[in-house]
C-alpha cells in the first residue's frame, strides 16, 4: 500500500511538473507578445495573472519556495491590470529565465533565500532615467490594495526595493525567509492585526531584529495599540505620511 501510494504522489508531481512547464510556456509567449504588440493588451494582462496564480498554487503543492519568491516579485509588474513600461521588460525576460531554471532544476534549491530574493529585479519609476535601486529590502504589507500601491509606490520612488502583500500570514512566510531590512504594515488587517503581526515577528528569532513600522490612522494613545511591543513606531496616513516615513526610516538608519 505504501509503495502504491509512493507511486501515486510521485506520478501525481510529475503531473503538475508538467502542467507548470506548458504554464510558464504560455507566460513567457504573453510577455513576448505583448512586448511586440502583436495581441490585445487585455487578453495579454488577464493571461498573464491567470499563469501567474497557476504557478503559484503549484510552488505551494509542491513546496517550491524559490518559486514562491519570483512570483511575489513578478507580480507587481501586472497588478490591477497594469501594463509594463518599455524599460521593465527586460526585467520581464530575466524573471522567465529564473522560473525556467526552477522548473528545470538548473537553481539549487538550497540557494539562500534572502540572497535569492535580493538578487531579482523589482519594478522602478517609469519616468526616471538611470534610476539606481538602493540595496534596501522593504517588505510592505496592507490589505488595501489602493493603500497598497501609493505606498509602494512613495517607496520606490525612495529608490527601495519593494515587496508588497496583502496578508499578515503571507508577510510572515516571506520575512522568516528572507529577512528583508524593513517590514511597514497597515495596522488594520484582515487576517491578523499588525499589532498582533509585529509582535510574532519580535518572538521569531530569524526575525526579531527586523525593524518594523505600523501604518495607521489612529493616534498611539488608541486602544488597539495596547499591546504594540516598545520601539515600534507609528506611521500616520495622509499628510503626516511622508514625514513620519522618513522619520522612521531615518531611525532605523536605512536613510
Given at each position: ?155 520606490l520612488n525612495c ?29 488594520v488587517q484582515e ?18 531584529q527586523v525593524p ?44
Open positions: 500500500m505504501r509503495n502504491f501510494d509512493g507511486l501515486h504522489l510521485e506520478t501525481l508531481r510529475e503531473d503538475l511538473e508538467e502542467d507548470a512547464k506548458k504554464t510558464y510556456g504560455s507566460l513567457n509567449r504573453t510577455i513576448i507578445n505583448l512586448e511586440s504588440g502583436t495581441v490585445k493588451t487585455e487578453f495579454a494582462l488577464k493571461s498573464l495573472n491567470w499563469s501567474i496564480e497557476k504557478l503559484r498554487l503549484y510552488a505551494q503543492a509542491v513546496e517550491e519556495t524559490l518559486l514562491f519568491l519570483v512570483l511575489q516579485r513578478l507580480e507587481p509588474y501586472f497588478d490591477d491590470n497594469r501594463v509594463p513600461h518599455e524599460n521593465e521588460f527586460s526585467d520581464l525576460a530575466i524573471f522567465m529565465d529564473i522560473i525556467h531554471g526552477i522548473l528545470k532544476d538548473e537553481i539549487d534549491r538550497d540557494t539562500d533565500e534572502q540572497e535569492f530574493l535580493r538578487s531579482l529585479p523589482t519594478r522602478r519609476p517609469a519616468d526616471l532615467e538611470d534610476f539606481m535601486h538602493l540595496e534596501v529590502e522593504v517588505l510592505l504589507v496592507d490589505p488595501n490594495k489602493t493603500t497598497l500601491r501609493i505606498v509602494e509606490n512613495e517607496l529608490g527601495f526595493r519593494v515587496t508588497p502583500v496583502q496578508t499578515a500570514y503571507k508577510a510572515l512566510r516571506l520575512a522568516v525567509c528572507t529577512r528583508p531590512d524593513v517590514i511597514i504594515a497597515s495596522s487576517d491578523l492585526g499588525g499589532v498582533s503581526l509585529a509582535c510574532a515577528l519580535r518572538a521569531i528569532p530569524e526575525t526579531k518594523v513600522g505600523i501604518l495607521t490612522s489612529y493616534a498611539r494613545s488608541h486602544r488597539s495599540f495596547v499591546d504594540l511591543p516598545e520601539g515600534i513606531p507609528l506611521i500616520r496616513k495622509g499628510k503626516n505620511f511622508s514625514n513620519d516615513l522618513t522619520e522612521t526610516l531615518s531611525n532605523f538608519e536605512i536613510i
